[in-house]
């Protein structure tokens, strides 16, 4: 106000429209880029949920040997998991299943290049000792932003039933014989964070007619229900101890229900991913 005279009522009522017209702008503006970002986060997760499903099995494959049953329930921020199911020749079948650690797009194409490198790793038919180690330094090489990947495959051979497994820190998958557990921890440290110096060590296990493994991601045991309480390892050896003279689909069934009874009221806040493979 270049002359010293005191603002009148209709000067206040002016500027006050002015300054509130300048932040009702600014608000729309705030608003307006918000909607923005959760448009451009909403498409990227469409996109991450879209790689993610492409990359698992269609159709899971059958056998007189075995049943095999899987799930992946991704939730609302799609994460990395990811599991594989592989008849690599007439008599033996490869199974896998990883945690990629982030979430989106970035998760997502990491989970892609992981599979990318298992096709052409067991291609060339390595034992899996020595692919363990390949593919570890493959990841390690094309991963950046500190991303690694906890990751479990084995292959089972059909004739003689041997199941040779490498667990690359990934929770251990749960061997369920005569209504007790043994853990499958044989293995070496988390795949991608460096290059392989200790080979990974393996174990061939002789499965036996009723045996069952149970693969999982932490998104199982890690469920939390409204009171910020994990549903736990402990619950899950239990379930599947009472469970394991079943079919594998209904075993899988019994985790799938009993994590949702445990979760109920809360939010999933990550993947949900098992594989039942049970010896017939």
């Known amino acids: 106000r270049i002359k010293k005279n005191k603002y009148s009522k209709s000067d206040i009522e002016y500027i006050s429209s002015i300054a509130s017209f300048a932040i009702i702008s600014i608000e729309n503006s705030r608003l307006f880029d918000e909607a923005l970002e959760k448009q ?10 879209s790689i993610q499903q492409n990359l698992l099995p269609k159709k899971l494959p059958k056998s007189s040997v075995y049943q095999i049953d899987a799930v992946n329930k991704t939730a609302k921020m799609v994460g990395g998991d990811y599991f594989d199911i592989v008849e ?11 945690d990629v650690s982030g979430k989106g797009i970035q998760a997502s194409l990491l989970m892609a290049n992981l599979q990318a490198f298992l096709k052409s790793i067991y291609k060339q038919n390595y034992k899996l000792q020595e692919a363990s180690n390949f593919l570890n330094d493959l990841v390690s090489e094309n991963t950046t932003n500190g991303s690694f990947i906890t990751f479990f495959w084995g292959i089972l051979n059909l004739e003689n039933k041997q199941f040779t497994y490498v ?20 293995g070496g440290m988390i795949l991608g964070v460096m290059k392989t110096v200790i080979p990974y060590e393996y174990e061939t296990v002789e499965l036996k007619s009723n045996d069952a493994i149970i693969l999982f991601t932490d998104g199982v045991t890690e469920a939390m229900n409204i009171n910020n309480e994990e549903y736990g390892d402990e ?46």
Request: with cysteine; charged share 30%; hydrophobic share 40%.
């Open 40 to 49: 451009k986060l909403e498409k990227d997760l469409e996109i991450a949920r």
């Open 235 to 280: 619950r899950l050896e239990n379930l599947c101890l009472q469970n394991s003279e079943n079919e594998a689909k209904s075993i899988l069934k019994k985790i799938l229900a009993d994590v949702e009874l445990h979760t109920k009221g809360a939010n999933q806040s990550d993947d949900i991913t098992s594989l039942i493979l049970k010896i017939n």
């Open 88 to 98: 690599i020749s007439k008599n033996e079948i490869l199974i896998a299943i990883a």
């Open 167 to 186: 667990n690359m820190g990934h929770n251990p998958p749960l061997l369920i014989r005569d209504k007790k557990i043994t853990k499958l921890k044989k």
